[in-house]
């Protein structure tokens, strides 16, 4: 594990690994992180929500796992994690009509077939990367995959925010953890 935000009532890294996650206008509910879903870009005074973890120098594009779990307010088209700002190099979406995507390489996208999400429920999400795919697992089983070389500009970090959308996750999430190797389940 290169890191460990359980997110109930702070920023910090519970392994004490890596620097606490960068937040504004983000609030502790019943031992979670609470998104507003409002976008304010980069700019922490801009009102909008912001949730940014920036990767440990240990962090290897070739192999790694980022878990969260997350409970949307609505049924929406919103990411719940994407990593990087400015490359976007691999995602993990909500879609209005219930259903899940896989987003990679800035607007590439997976679609999730035969799987859902329904708001005010909690789900556990990975996205793990081997060098080869990119996979998606919802509640330790694999909804979506997909073979690709990942495009990463050595952007290092990982937020709730899809900056080339403008949309930002609404809801709770916790237990953010980041690991060096491709764990599914």
Same mark, same amino acid.
């Given at each position: ?5 359980? /997110? *109930? =009532? %702070?920023a ?13 206008? @983000?609030?502790f ?11 304010? #870009?980069? &700019? ?20 790694? $796992?980022?878990?969260? &779990?997350f !409970? *949307?307010?609505e049924?929406? &088209?919103?990411p719940v ?13 909500? !879609?209005? %009509?219930?259903?899940?995507?896989? !987003?990679?390489n800035? =607007?590439?996208? *997976?679609?999730?077939?035969? =799987? ?11 996205? $793990?990367?081997?060098?080869?795919? *990119?996979?998606?697992y919802?509640n330790?089983k694999q909804?979506?995959?997909?073979? $690709?070389a990942?495009?990463? #500009? ?6 709730v ?6 949309? @930002?996750? !609404?809801?709770? @999430?916790r237990? /953010?953890? @980041?690991? =060096? ?5």
């Amino acid at each position: 594990m290169l890191a460990s935000y359980p /997110l *109930a =009532a %702070d920023a910090a890294d519970g392994s004490g690994k890596s620097g606490d996650v960068t937040m504004s206008a @983000i609030t502790f509910v019943d031992g979670a992180a609470y998104i507003g879903g409002t976008y304010g #870009g980069f &700019d922490p005074q801009s009102g909008g929500s912001i949730l940014n973890v920036r990767m440990p120098p240990e962090f290897d594009f070739q192999q790694f $796992t980022i878990a969260v &779990d997350f !409970k *949307a307010d609505e049924l929406a &088209d919103r990411p719940v994690l994407i990593g990087g700002t400015g490359y976007r190099w691999l995602g993990f979406l909500l !879609k209005a %009509d219930g259903g899940l995507g896989l !987003k990679y390489n800035n =607007a590439n996208r *997976a679609e999730c077939p035969g =799987a859902s999400y329904a708001p005010g429920t909690w789900y556990r999400v990975r996205l $793990t990367y081997d060098g080869h795919a *990119a996979r998606a697992y919802l509640n330790g089983k694999q909804v979506c995959s997909v073979e $690709t070389a990942l495009d990463h #500009g050595d952007d290092r970090s990982v937020s709730v925010t899809d900056y080339s959308s403008g949309r @930002i996750f !609404k809801g709770s @999430i916790r237990n /953010l953890r @980041i690991y =060096a190797s491709a764990q599914g389940q």
